[in-house]
């Protein structure tokens, strides 16, 4: 009943910047959590960036001072900002987001959701 669809990754000289976008779309009735997670071949995913829907962020080390997390709550939209890309960014980006929803019994339900995946690549 919900998708989440990124845009925005690419391919990008060191020091360039790209704007990761994340929209859900369906039944929801809200979100809560919304973050961006990586993972690059043969590597564990990991958290970037996240936000609660009381606008609290935080960041993993490595981004931290590079990359801005922010969202559109009227849009259902979370964005990730990254400046000064480093090659070591290069990962498939992914949204994650905390929904509450609709079912086809128009039941309320909750659970986390995941967005395809955006390739960033980061050359040097």
């Known amino acids: 009943q919900v998708q989440l669809v990124e845009s925005g990754g690419g391919l990008v000289q060191a020091g360039g910047s790209l704007r990761l976008s994340c929209a859900a779309s369906?039944?929801?009735?809200?979100?809560?959590?919304m973050g961006w997670y990586r993972q690059a071949p043969g590597k564990q995913r990991e958290l970037v960036a996240a936000?609660?829907?009381?606008?609290?962020?935080n960041y993993a080390d490595s981004v931290k001072g590079r990359f801005t997390i922010s969202r559109d709550n009227a849009k259902n939209t979370v964005y990730l900002q990254m400046n000064s890309l480093k090659p070591e960014d290069t990962a498939v980006y992914s949204c994650?987001?905390?929904?509450?929803?609709?079912?086809?019994?128009?039941?309320?339900?909750?659970?986390?959701?995941w967005g395809q995946g955006t390739q960033v690549t980061v050359s040097s």
């Open positions: 994650n987001a905390d929904v509450q929803y609709y079912d086809s019994y128009y039941r309320r339900l909750r659970t986390y959701y």
């Open positions: 369906g039944r929801i009735f809200s979100i809560n959590d």
């Open positions: 936000t609660t829907s009381g606008g609290s962020t």
